[in-house]
């Protein structure tokens, strides 16, 4: 079994900062992709960010030059950065990602966190 522990998240001010963080823990072979998404009240999930096995990453319109995505060291850890905060910034953030879970599968496995809150008002 997988499972991704996220942290970081709760109260941020308009133009502030908050950092989320997400951990993969369990027994898997290899990390894929992994990301975050978002989901605001009455709203559909949304990828924010998304960092490739390769470290290329993408980031929607929206959070662009606010947010950054990494994963150091191409680790088991996903990190969200996120600056310059705005109140339509707030939803419950996922984490997610891609797992080869022996050498010889022949699927990913497709893992969610819990979802922390975050939300942005002063």
């Known amino acids: 079994q997988v499972q991704l522990v996220e942290s970081g998240g709760g109260l941020g001010q308009p133009g502030g900062s908050l950092r989320l963080s997400c951990t993969a823990q369990?027994?898997?072979?290899?990390?894929?992709?992994m990301a975050w998404y978002r989901q605001a009240p009455g709203k559909q999930r949304e990828l924010v960010a998304l960092?490739?096995?390769?470290?290329?990453?993408t980031l929607i319109d929206s959070v662009k030059g606010r947010f950054s995505i990494a994963r150091p060291g191409r680790g088991n850890t996903v990190t969200l950065e996120m600056n310059s905060l705005k109140p339509e910034d707030t939803a419950v953030y996922y984490c997610?990602?891609?797992?080869?879970?022996?050498?010889?599968?022949?699927?990913?496995?497709?893992?969610w966190g819990q979802g922390t809150q975050v939300t942005v008002s002063s």
């Open positions: 997610y990602t891609q797992v080869l879970p022996t050498e010889l599968a022949d699927a990913h496995l497709d893992v």
């Open positions: 960092i490739h096995w390769d470290d290329r990453t």
């Open positions: 369990g027994l898997f072979f290899t990390i894929d992709d």
